[in-house]
């Protein structure tokens, strides 16, 4: 039988772990760029060649109309669904898309499970180097929050992706288990999610049963519209409207210098996460630049 693996399928970053049967602990796999976090990025060749994961987000710069991100968004979702995405994420969305939403790629049009199964491909490649074996099996985090055609879709993405997908596990049921709190802490535990794409808390209750001990979620909200790529796309905001209202330029026509412009602010964002302020100065097409300063107020 193959190795069992877990996966955290999410909405910026994804990335895979097994449990090592020699010390009993999970252990997250490193892809071959030595880091364990993938970007949920994919992106269409010219020559009709899929990739995904870091070499898909560097494609963001120069490809942006053969490249997305965040499709997490779009899992299970109707057209009606998800207007509000479509206003602030670069979807393009086949317009003849009536229940099952169609993204387009280039040239090509792909659903949100069939981009998600290039991700899966993505780190279950990682595993299998890692092994040097097939893998097959996996458990794939959720959110709490996830309906059961967006738990479908999920399902629908291992399945393309050569997985046979034996458990969804809620991800503040993952993250409760991944802390030990089985162990650790009976009774009601809070666990707070900031993910790239929601922010959202759940209530669960640690039951003894049987041979072991369960977690039951007795509650879970959140916002959908408030993760870190809600951020993201803020500070695009005040800047493209500075530089409209200051500079004269609209960024609607240079589609590469925007998502340079984004790699910039999220750059920035990661700075006032340890200083108090971060000055950015992008420089712009036509011989200008854009300066800031955001304090993390």
Request: hydrophobic residues 40%; negative net charge; contains cysteine.
């Amino acid at each position: 039988m193959s190795k069992t693996v877990g996966i955290d399928l999410g909405t910026t970053f994804s990335l895979i772990a097994w449990v090592n049967p020699e010390t009993g602990k999970p252990e997250v796999i490193r892809g071959p760029y030595g880091t364990a976090l993938c970007p949920s990025v994919v992106s269409l060749d010219e020559d009709g060649r899929i990739v995904a994961g870091e070499a898909a987000r560097r494609r963001l710069l120069t490809q942006p109309d053969r490249t997305i991100y965040s499709v997490k968004r779009l899992m299970g979702r109707g057209v009606e669904d998800v207007q509000d995405e479509l206003k602030i994420f670069p979807f393009r969305i086949d317009p003849e898309s009536r229940n099952v939403i169609r993204v387009r790629l280039g040239d090509r049009f792909f659903t949100p499970p069939e981009i998600s199964a290039y991700i899966l491909r993505e780190v279950k490649g990682w595993a299998e180097e890692f092994f040097r074996e097939p893998v097959t099996r996996a458990v794939i985090t959720v959110p709490a929050y996830f309906n059961d055609a967006q738990r479908q879709a999920t399902r629908d993405a291992g399945r393309l992706a050569g997985l046979e997908v034996l458990r969804l596990v809620n991800e503040p049921t993952a993250a409760a288990l991944a802390y030990g709190l089985d162990r650790e802490q009976r009774g009601r535990v809070a666990v707070y999610d900031f993910g790239g794409g929601t922010f959202d808390v759940s209530t669960l209750k640690l039951i003894a049963a049987g041979e072991g001990d369960i977690y039951q979620v007795l509650s879970t909200c959140g916002d959908t519209h408030l993760g870190g790529d809600d951020i993201d796309n803020r500070l695009i905001a005040i800047a493209r409207e500075e530089i409209r209202r200051e500079l004269g330029l609209d960024l609607d026509s240079y589609p590469e210098t925007l998502q340079d412009l984004r790699k910039a602010l999220i750059a920035a964002k990661h700075e006032l996460s340890h200083s108090l302020e971060s000055n950015v100065r992008f420089l712009l097409p036509e011989g200008m630049a854009w300066v800031r300063r955001f304090t993390r107020e």
